[in-house]
């Protein structure tokens, strides 16, 4: 039965390797970069490492007077090699959906560049009542905040950063690059396999307030 509240339900959501496998995609669009501006990008490596800003991962192959022009064209590439690749982790449709079956809202907070996003929700079937892109860490925290998110899902020690940083339950998903150990030392509520086990996690949270 869907739990009664005054303060509907939201759920923020991660998007790189919480919700979508994004690796492919990624991969793919750094190394048509590669090829564009003949700089050497170990992609393989990239594609290790995903969750900090885009900025962050360009500073090791470029010089910072190209960063704000190879980020540009990167973003536009990105359209053209990432999202055919790209496909919805296990239990990512059937996450949304428990969410939704307790009246609730989903609210996507990603690092990834927002309309980039939007387009891989679309292109992947999925739909979020709100997206905002561009956030990292603490910074997602203060989005959770503005859209009453009182638990954030996601893949990285950064996101249990984010998810603490809006006094939310921090739920980690050990598909990304870190083990379920590193994301409970990094103060993780809980950590699941993966997004399989979140509608019957949601249940007894929200059972047990």
């Known amino acids: 039965m869907p739990v009664t509240s005054d303060v509907p339900l939201t759920v923020g959501f991660d998007l790189d390797m919480t919700l979508l496998d994004t690796r492919p995609g990624i991969r793919a669009t750094y190394l048509a970069l590669s090829a564009e501006t ?59 959906d428990a969410v939704r079956a307790h009246g609730g809202r989903v609210a996507v907070i990603t690092g990834k560049y927002e309309p980039n996003a939007r387009l891989h929700l679309e292109h992947a079937g999925l739909s979020a009542d709100a997206l905002v892109g561009d956030l990292w860490a603490e910074t997602k925290g203060v989005a959770l905040r503005e859209h009453g998110a009182t638990v954030y899902v996601g893949d990285h020690l950064g996101d249990i950063r984010g998810a603490k940083h809006a006094d939310a339950v921090a739920v980690g998903v050990a598909t990304g690059p870190y083990g379920a ?29």
């Open 38 to 96: 003949g700089t050497a990008i170990d992609a393989d490596l990239v594609v290790t490492r995903l969750g900090p800003p885009l900025l962050d991962e360009l500073r090791n192959w470029f010089p910072a007077e190209e960063l704000d022009a190879v980020a540009h064209r990167y973003r536009t590439l990105y359209r053209d090699h990432a999202f055919a690749p790209t496909v919805a982790l296990p239990g990512a449709h059937a996450a949304l």
């Open 181 to 209: 150990e590193e994301l409970l030392a990094a103060g993780a509520d809980v950590v699941l396999p993966d997004l399989t086990a979140f509608p019957a996690w949601l249940d007894g949270h929200l059972a047990a307030r």
